[in-house]
Structures are given as C-alpha cells and as structure tokens.
C-alpha cells in the first residue's frame, strides 16, 4: 500500500487529529509534512496555544510518518521541547522524519515551524510491530 493511501486510511478513523483541523501536505515513505492552524479552543489561559496542542499535531506527524513505510508502527516515547509561543489563527507547519531505524524500533524527530521559525522541537521512538498495512 503506498503511504498515501496508508495515511488516508489511517485518517478515517483520527477523529482527534481530523478536530484539531490537521490537513497533510506532503507523505513518503518515512516522512510527513502536515499543517494545522491554531483555533480559539486549542489556547490556554495565558491566549497561547496549549503545550498539548503542538504535542498532539507532531504526534500525529510521528504516526503518519512511522506507518508510512508499510508495518503497523506504535509511538513507545515522545518528548517536546517548546521554544516559541504561538496564538490563534496562526498556522503550524510540522515535518516529521525517519531518522534511524532497526528491525524493531523507529527514530524519528519533527520541526514545528510558524512563519518559517521554529516554535518547538519533538523527538519520537516508535515500535515496529509485525503487522503490514
């Protein structure tokens, strides 16, 4: 299956990532490209956009790209690292990427930008289970 069509499959059922108003751009195998933008009710109460927000679109970022290559993959660790606020309606560009890879586990990192400038940094591990798509 291409990933493409992997990641469209994988959509039908993303109720979260299809609220959050995710839209993909670009998937290859190991890589995907989404925007999103940011919407009055992803902002804390600061008017900023919720650290879970930008988590959440890198996190779908990570499953799309890491189900991209064909084998049913599952996020086992995470991090983020936020650098730059971000306020409504401003548009979040994410760009998630392979790595490194083994036969059981996947590495990959996701640059989140906003006006080409980086607002935060988001490493994941995923696990390669023995499942195709």
Do not use: R
């Not at 779908?60 to 993959?73: D, E, H, Q, T, V």
């Amino acid at each position: 299956m291409s990933p493409n069509k992997i990641v469209a499959q994988m959509l039908q059922n993303d109720f979260f990532s299809k609220w959050l108003g995710i839209k993909v751009i670009k998937v290859t195998a190991g890589y995907c490209k989404l925007k999103c933008k940011v919407k009055k009710d992803t902002l804390n109460g600061f008017g900023i956009a919720h650290g879970g927000f930008t988590y959440s679109i890198a996190d779908s970022a990570l499953a799309f790209a890491s189900n991209s290559n064909g084998i049913k993959s599952l996020s086992v660790e995470t991090s983020i690292s936020h650098v730059k606020k971000i306020k409504e309606n401003d548009l979040v560009i994410v760009e998630a990427k392979l790595l490194n890879e083994n036969s059981k586990f996947g590495y990959y990192e996701a640059k989140l930008t906003c006006k080409k400038e980086i607002i935060a940094l988001f490493k994941g591990t995923v696990f390669k289970t023995e499942n195709k798509w």
